[in-house]
């Protein structure tokens, strides 16, 4: 038996969990995916791209279910994602490089019924690079969140949010512009 350090280890064993899930559910996955205890993840008629050193924690949801057209969801490098968050995308939801996404989160590019329509309403979600966004905060249709943004815990997004500002509330409003917070 060879002796190999720690991090030869990990390389092995990330190597293996890339393989399971990506066979399974994950399209392109990049080194160092961790990924933690009652993780879901639900695809169907969609594709999933994560990149490097991304940690998805214990039970989160990954829902990419294209109902009525193609679903898509990237997850850039360097973004952790916390326990129980909820990241549903029906049409397409892109997040960043280096973004925190703390715990019981909800991410979704739909409404999730119809109501006096006959047809479901989708607005892509773009979570830009080094975006922060606090506890139990939801991320709703249609939203860009700019470039070094922090979203306050407990926060709803409806509408776009500006690069380098921090918003809050329900619905989230800007608090603070001009802000920088390093990753």
Partial sequence: MADRTFGEYWDIFSKLV????KRHKIDEVGNLFRVG???????????????????????????VWGTDNFAALEIGNNTNIGDRTEIHAGKSVKIGNNCNISWD??????DY???????ERYGEVVIEDNVWIGCRSMILKGVRIGEGAVVAAESVVTKDVPPKTVVGGNPAKVLKEGIYWKP
């Fill in 105 to 110: 989160c909800c991410i979704m590019d739909r």
């Fill in 37 to 63: 205890k009652g993780v879901q993840i639900l695809k169907k008629n969609g594709k999933i791209k994560i990149g490097d050193k991304v940690q998805l924690h214990h039970n989160v949801k990954l829902s």
């Fill in 113 to 119: 019924h119809k109501f006096n329509s006959e047809v």
């Fill in 18 to 21: 890339r393989g399971i899930f």
